[in-house]
């Protein structure tokens, strides 16, 4: 491929949209020659990323052909792995579900087991939607840990055994023949909830409550992830007005310690409630039980009185609490509310929404492909493939 397809991921991005252009408007959106935006879309027609639609409408002589992006080029593998949890999912580059699975696995069985697991799972998804190994453009998967997100590396996470500092990309791209993408499974939550309501959110903070709690930050429409990828770990902040209790970070009195699912669930416990994880919680909460309904509230105070801090210096436009926690609905809505626009200033909460997941146990795997395309569809990704680099 010459030099003068470069630049064909500029186009690309602008069709992504999922409108169709002719010519004549890519020349005028761009400022480029016909001569040049022809040979860029030939570059993308001959990836099949994208596809003429002949829709157009002409003011006279032959029907102008359009183009539009070609979702169906390409498909995407995503996995979000919780402790005990996984979510698969086999995507389109619109991150459409073109076949998906929930399965009980635990990540203590350690890195080798669970990524075995995990091909032979991903083989089985794609044969069930029609594709194979040859269709994939990439690989994203969420982890319940820290995750330097540069080398797909867990870095000491508190629940996976044997996980720290395993070469995740390395073990994985070998065996499925495309680029791996790791972050923290709160992270993926995150880019899955902001691709589903759009454009029209630049700021959001994603908060995951389910046996802890952790945040992710979508800034300018991009997540961030901070130095070392460790932003948003609001589950070890101290909650002052709460109990003294005992944290696995090895500290006292953080927020996941005294409202996270694990936290609360054992709290019922201790007066007599049958009650294992943060989901048992919710039964309790749903089936009208006084006592759960009442430490599920002031779960959503101390949550809210965390986040309050957090809303004063980064001023969301948004923020969604999603978790297992989250189905709780307006019982923990209504405590993190209460001290969010209490303890706020008011301008930074003048327009600001709190509400509940919009994709339930799917956000995991949206973000998750999100991350994945993104990376292969950036305009520099692009324009490295149709120079056959």
């Known amino acids: 491929m010459t030099i003068d397809a470069a630049g064909a991921g500029a186009l690309l991005a602008i069709l992504r949209n999922g409108q169709a252009r002719t010519r004549t408007e890519l020349m005028h959106l761009t ?3 016909r001569s040049t935006v022809t040979q860029r879309l030939d570059a993308l027609l001959g990836h099949q990323w994208i596809v003429p639609t002949g829709d157009a409408i002409s ?17 995407v593998l995503a996995a979000d792995l919780g402790a005990t949890h996984a979510r ?4 389109d580059l619109a991150t459409r579900v073109l076949a998906e699975r929930g399965q009980d696995m635990a990540i ?6 669970v990524l075995e697991w995990l091909v032979t799972e991903f083989e089985s998804l794609l044969a069930e939607a029609g594709h194979t190994l040859a269709d994939v453009c990439g690989i994203g998967i969420g982890l319940p840990g820290p995750v330097e997100h540069s080398t797909g590396r867990p870095v000491n996470p508190p629940i996976m055994p044997g996980w720290d500092g395993f070469d995740v990309p390395g073990w994985l791209e070998p065996r499925l023949g495309a680029p791996v993408l790791v972050d923290n499974d709160v992270n993926i939550m995150a880019l899955g909830e902001h691709w589903a309501v759009g454009p029209e959110v630049a700021h959001q903070l994603f908060v995951k409550v389910g046996t802890g709690i952790g945040c992710g930050i979508i800034t300018e429409h991009r997540l961030h992830r901070g130095a070392q990828g460790a932003a948003g770990d609001i589950g070890h902040i101290q909650v002052t007005t709460a109990p003294d209790r005992a944290c696995r970070c090895g500290n006292t009195g953080c927020l996941e310690a005294v409202a996270g699912g694990a936290a609360l669930a054992e709290q019922l416990r201790a007066v007599g409630e049958d009650t294992a994880d943060g989901r048992d919680v919710v039964a309790l909460v749903r089936a009208g039980n006084p006592a759960a309904i009442q430490m599920i509230r002031q779960a959503g105070r101390n949550i809210g009185d965390v986040l309050a801090s957090l809303v004063n210096f980064f001023n969301p436009g948004t923020i969604v609490i999603g978790g297992d926690l989250s189905d709780a609905g307006e019982h923990l809505l209504a405590g993190v509310r209460e001290l969010i626009y209490s303890r706020s200033l008011p301008l930074a909460t003048q327009h600001l929404t709190v509400r509940v997941r919009q994709l339930g146990d799917r956000a995991g795997v949206i973000g998750a492909s999100v991350m994945v395309i993104e990376h292969v569809l950036s305009p520099t990704a692009v324009d490295r493939a149709v120079a056959g680099e």
């Open 108 to 113: 203590t069985q350690g890195p080798e087991r």
């Open 88 to 91: 698969l999912a086999v995507t």
């Open 31 to 33: 400022g480029l020659a």
């Open 59 to 75: 003011s006279g002589g032959r029907p102008a052909v359009s183009f539009t992006f070609n979702a169906g080029a390409r498909v």
